[in-house]
């Protein structure tokens, strides 16, 4: 009998799956997000997701891995063209504070796992597709509001490619899916 | 930890002044890759040129700057012929050649009345015994050939043939011509 041998996807996805699942704590976003950089005038305001397992390892700092997916919207004569990118990231978060509340700063480094822009090239849509180094830079607020915690943050990211970067800032709020307790009162 | 992140935000930052995005850069490499034909020349000190990106993509028979091997016009004579297309005409020149090298290929006034170009609609020609045109090819290699060219043309006033009316002979000067990675096609 032929045994299954697991593909390089599917290792992936269940080291992914450990990771999540032993995280203390994880959470989710929803936010606005902008290209910025040399030729990206014709961005509009694009949209950003992510979900984030978080592992304490102090009352002051985190260690993250989050999986994001953005999506940048190009007006440039052609339907539905634009870039979207998929990374995965490992971050450093410390609060200030170091309570684990407040302010907070996350540097990140990853890598993109899927990356597409389709653009008008000569009358054409072409899609260009890529992956590359992720670096970001986020700052942001932990609060409660009521008996929710909420984080309201602005990241800088750029991923690079051949030879080039997309960068592009995003605000957003963070909603805890599971939240486990710090010595913190709240 | 603390002493990273400065070294972190300069890395970020120096890795976003990459001057191209993603896909630019990749537009970029692909261009280079299926290269690009060019030809420009001066008529009396006014500029023509164009470029024809991955021009080994044109069809043999119809094409915008190429050079294709065929039959001289009742003969069963091989010939090669250059033409040229721009928004300001177009140009031709042959090479009375069966195969088709590095070298020096000129006519004169003496072959009779030979077209070589259109400029804004007049016609200018090789008509007058001062008259010429010469190209250098100084490569091929690859079925690409470059080079360069100049000549001394006279303007059709009307066109009447055999009673064709010329302009002042010689009074069209053809200067800083060149041509590079101009496919030839079989």
């Known amino acids: 009998m032929r045994a299954l041998k697991p593909t390089n996807t599917m290792l992936k996805g269940i080291l992914a799956s450990i990771l999540f699942f032993i995280a203390v704590n994880a959470e989710a976003q929803l936010g606005v997000i902008k290209m910025v950089g040399p030729n990206t005038g014709q961005y509009s305001f694009g949209i950003g997701a992510y979900v984030k397992g978080i592992f304490p390892v102090s009352q002051a700092a985190d260690l993250t891995l989050e999986l994001g997916a953005n999506l940048f919207f190009l007006n440039d004569g052609g339907t539905g063209d634009g870039t979207a990118v998929i990374p995965i990231k490992a971050g450093y978060r410390y609060s200030l504070n170091g309570t684990g509340m407040g ?77 486990g307790k710090r010595d913190t009162d709240y | ?26 537009l970029a490499d692909s261009e280079a890759q ?10 009396n000190g006014n500029t023509v040129t164009t470029s024809v990106k991955d021009p080994d993509s044109q069809s043999p028979t119809a094409y915008q700057l190429g050079c294709s091997k065929t039959l001289y016009y009742g003969t069963t004579i091989p010939i090669y012929s250059l033409d040229f297309l721009s928004t ?15 070298g020096h290929y000129a006519l004169n006034g003496s072959y009779g009345d030979t077209f070589v170009l259109n400029y804004y609609n007049t016609a200018e020609f090789v008509h007058d015994l001062s008259d010429s045109i010469s190209f250098n090819i100084t490569s091929y290699s690859h079925g690409h050939i470059s080079g360069n060219f100049s000549g001394r043309l006279t303007p059709m006033i009307t066109a009447g043939n055999p009673n064709n009316t010329y302009g002042a002979p010689g009074s069209v000067l053809i200067t800083n011509g060149s041509f590079k990675n101009v496919p030839v096609f079989y």
Do not use: W
């Not at chain 1, 540097?107 to 899927?114: A, D, F, H, R, S």
């Not at chain 1, 915690?149 to 805890?176: C, K, Q, R």
């Open chain 1, 103 to 179: 302010f907070y700063v996350e540097p990140q480094v990853g890598y993109n796992i899927y990356g597409v822009t389709s653009e008008n090239v000569d009358g054409y849509t072409k899609d260009l597709t890529f992956h590359g180094l992720v670096l970001a830079a986020g700052t942001g607020y932990l609060f409660m509001a009521g008996k929710t915690p909420l984080d309201l943050n602005l990241h800088y990211e750029t991923v690079i490619a051949h030879g080039g970067s997309d960068n592009y800032v995003s605000l957003g709020l963070t909603f805890y899916l599971r939240f």
């Open chain 2, 1 to 26: 930890m603390k002493q990273l992140l400065p070294v972190f935000l300069i890395t970020l930052f120096l890795s976003s002044c990459l001057k191209q995005t993603i896909a630019d850069a990749m």
């Open chain 2, 34 to 43: 299926v290269g690009v034909a060019t030809m420009s020349y001066e008529v």
């Open chain 2, 88 to 102: 300001s005409g177009d140009m031709g020149f042959i090479f009375y050649s069966d195969s088709l090298s590095v």
